[in-house]
């Protein structure tokens, strides 16, 4: 069974703080999506890591991805207000064409 | 530019009565189409995609159905609806790549529909 594992589920952190969030996944994809839902929302497209190694920046916001390890990270840098939502990673199963996504990951940046 | 439509976008309905949502893309060709249900604070299941015209794939047994009738229309049904099928529903596409390859986009979602059993 696929799993897709992101920690921490729940984050509160001040503005101007740094943090990293982790997505773990068991198979073996190179590709791995990044995703932000604000309340009561959609969900809005962030990120696309097609390779290992890959590193995309937007912003505040880093995400990476080493497919040895089976792992991504989303960095926050000196985070805002404005970030505060819900941020999902997701993976293709093994064939490719479901897209399975972690639990999410739901931060609050307070003042 | 491509766009997804959902609707409705709110929906109240009694428990054992029929369920009927629909999704549509526009502006790309032979999409591959998904149906998530997120319940209540908690994260996206997957519950049917589809990579073509009459080609459904079923994640988790339930009482809910889907169907492609045509290749940009994707409907999620169910016969009788249970409490535990309230939650949020979201349609997503995937561009396919053309070549039978694996589709290499992010998939797009809908604006969702907030579906409350009652």
């Known amino acids: 069974e696929l799993k897709v594992e992101q920690n921490p589920l729940f984050l509160s952190m001040q503005e101007g703080k740094n943090y990293t969030i982790y997505c773990n996944y068991s198979?073996?994809?190179?590709?791995l999506y990044w995703y932000r839902q604000d309340p009561g929302k959609s969900l809005e497209s962030l990120f696309v890591?097609?390779?290992?190694?890959a590193v995309k920046q937007e912003g505040r916001l880093m995400a990476s991805l080493d497919t040895k390890a089976r792992l991504s990270t989303l960095h926050i840098t000196a985070a805002v207000h404005d970030l505060s939502a819900t941020y999902f990673c997701?993976?293709?199963?093994?064939?490719?064409?479901?897209?399975?996504f972690g639990k999410g990951t739901s931060l609050l940046v307070t003042p | 530019s491509q766009t997804i439509h959902q609707w409705p976008a709110t929906l109240v309905q009694p428990v054992g009565s029929p369920l009927s949502l629909e999704c549509t893309v526009e502006?790309?060709?032979?999409?591959?189409l998904y149906w998530y249900r997120q319940a209540a604070g908690r994260g996206l299941q997957l519950l049917f995609y589809?990579?073509?015209?009459?080609?459904i794939s079923s994640e988790v047994p339930q009482n809910l159905s889907a169907s492609r009738p045509q290749d940009r229309q994707f409907i999620l049904s169910s016969k009788k609806l249970l409490l535990s099928d309230s939650g949020f529903y979201l349609c997503?596409?995937?561009?396919?790549?053309?070549?039978?390859?694996?589709?290499?986009?992010?998939?797009?979602f809908g604006q969702g529909t907030r579906l409350t059993v009652v």
């Open positions: 997503a596409w995937r561009k396919f790549s053309g070549d039978f390859s694996r589709p290499t986009n992010e998939a797009f």
């Open positions: 198979t073996t994809s190179d590709r």
């Open positions: 890591l097609l390779s290992n190694g």
């Open positions: 997701a993976v293709e199963g093994e064939s490719g064409y479901a897209l399975n």
């Open positions: 502006g790309t060709s032979n999409p591959n």
């Open positions: 589809s990579v073509g015209i009459g080609q």
